[in-house]
Nanobody, 116 residues
């Protein structure tokens, strides 16, 4: 079992920045990749960024150059640094962890609202 606890969402003006954190606990040795997804009202959930246990990263085209995913292995925490935020980034952001035996875990989600 893996538990994920997110923090760092909130309200910010367009052009501003936020940093999301996702702290993992439990069977963290089993995690192969962690990522951030988001879901805006009326839209499907989409992958924002992911990072593998080896440190390889992947980003959605809409956030490339603005968002950075990173991990602190000592703290078992993954971060999403979001800069130059736009109103269209408004969504519930959820942390995800996939294990090597393809079990997926989710955090509770955190709201990010970007005002214009």
């Amino acid at each position: 079992q893996v538990q994920l606890v997110e923090s760092g969402g909130g309200l910010v003006q367009a052009g501003g920045s936020l940093r999301l954190s996702c702290a993992a606990s439990g069977s963290i040795f089993s995690i192969s990749v962690m990522g951030w997804f988001r879901q805006a009202p009326g839209k499907q959930r989409e992958l924002v960024a992911s990072i593998t246990s080896g440190g390889s990263t992947n980003y959605a085209g809409s956030v490339k150059g603005r968002f950075t995913i990173s991990r602190d292995n000592a703290k078992n925490t993954v971060y999403l640094q979001m800069n130059s935020l736009k109103p269209e980034d408004t969504a519930v952001y959820s942390c995800n962890a996939n294990t090597y035996n393809i079990i997926s875990y989710w955090g509770q989600g955190t709201q990010v609202t970007v005002s214009s």
